[in-house]
């Protein structure tokens, strides 16, 4: 923030967006739950409930979420939600044309192939598919009849064809103005910015991980990360990790850099995601099963991982068909395609969250060693 106008607004958003949270409730609970104790007195009640919500880890978990906010993009409460998540118009213009016509790809393969779009899956798949949830790798479907939605040229076409309408290119007009077929004006730091932000990954800089051998102080450095890990500080673990993690802690420190929390909600959550997947079958999940098929499958890296990758992507994906579908379809979507299975959670969609998703919604953390 670079004056005092905009900390009000911040700070009055950060906490509207807490108040909702589930971290507020518990701390609600907590705190009318120590009134009971001898230790809180009467005329020092606020001074002791802080006291209290401090020693019992309270306190470090609120630090955590007000830190995990802020490194979220700061923006005005009345923001609509289509510019949070792009702010230029025309790169909205031009997602919006790419999804209609992936859109129209999905829709005339519903039709060539006469696979609907969702239905509910029979009692006998449900079962079968529950049963087989932890080792879907293992499955052989047929699916040499569902083609790309898009080739890589389309969207490559599409990405040149971007053009700010802002931006006037002959003012500047270089050689470096025809160095790429993709013509976006964005800033983006320079060399002299890029040493200065990530100055821990210099080379006279030793990383945890990496340069073990040459590191003089890895026992103390050790003992520094997993006081990090004790004292569960997002902030420190984030500040930590740039000069590398240790192996053993990787899982840990990840977890606690993104705020990533095992809760009871949290698995519950995740298995009524998984319950919508059960019931119901989309034509997507194809296109994703085969997509994972040809491409963790057959990687030295990631193929043990690709139970796990089925898992995440199917509970975590974002739907792809707009409102428009739940009113020319006739068979409403609303009743069979349950808006809980599409609810992202926090963990993120690419390989790294999902893994990470994998780490903290498994209870026996048996994906530990990946980190």
């Known amino acids: 923030m670079e004056d005092g106008t905009d900390l009000s607004p911040s700070i009055a958003q950060i906490v509207q967006r ?71 118009a025309y790169m909205r213009r031009a997602q919006a044309s ?28 449900q079962k079968d598919l529950a049963n087989k949830w932890n080792e879907m790798g293992t499955d052989e479907p047929d699916l040499s ?37 993709i013509q976006v004006p964005l800033n983006v730091r320079d060399i002299p910015q890029l040493r200065q932000a990530y100055s821990e990954l210099n080379l006279n800089n030793g990383q945890l991980g990496i340069d073990d051998h040459a590191c003089v102080a890895l026992h103390t450095c050790m003992c520094l990360h997993a006081s990090v890990v004790v004292e569960q500080d997002s902030a420190a673990a ?3 990790s740039r000069r590398g993690c240790p192996t053993g802690l990787r899982s840990d420190l990840w977890a606690l850099t993104l705020n990533s929390t095992n809760q009871p909600q949290d698995v519950m959550h995740y298995e009524q995601l998984k319950a919508g997947v059960i019931q119901h079958d989309l034509l997507v999940d194809y296109l994703i099963y085969k997509d994972v098929k040809l491409t963790a499958s057959n990687d030295d890296y990631y193929f043990v991982f690709e139970d796990f990758l089925y898992q995440q992507s199917f509970t975590t994906k974002p739907p792809l068909l707009p409102p428009m579908f739940y009113q020319i379809s006739a068979r409403p979507f609303s009743k069979i395609w349950p808006a809980e299975r599409f609810r992202l959670n926090d963990t993120g969609c690419t390989i790294a969250f ?18």
């Not at 401090?54 to 993009?73: D, I």
């Not at 039709?111 to 006998?124: C, D, H, I, Q, S």
């Open 354 to 371: 999902i893994f990470i998703c994998c780490l903290t919604l498994s209870p026996n953390k048996e994906m530990a060693w990946c980190y």
């Open 98 to 125: 790419w999804e209609k016509r992936v859109l129209k790809s999905l829709n005339s393969m519903s039709t060539e192939l006469g696979v609907p779009l969702a239905r509910m899956r029979p009692a006998g798949e």
């Open 238 to 240: 984030q500040q930590y």
């Open 145 to 181: 009849r569902f083609r790309p939605v898009y080739a890589p040229k389309d969207f490559l076409e599409v990405l040149i064809s971007l053009r700010n309408p802002n931006h006037d290119s002959s003012e500047d007009m270089t050689v470096k103005s025809h160095w790429g077929l």
């Open 18 to 88: 807490l108040r909702g949270s589930h971290l507020h409730s518990q701390l609600e609970r907590q705190a009318k739950d120590c009134l009971h104790r001898p230790e809180i007195k009467l005329e020092s009640l606020k001074e002791d409930v802080r006291a209290f919500l401090k020693a019992s880890g309270w306190e470090k978990r609120l630090q955590n979420a007000v830190y995990r906010e802020l490194q979220l993009p700061q923006c005005h409460p009345t923001t609509p939600a289509e510019h949070l998540k792009e702010p230029l």
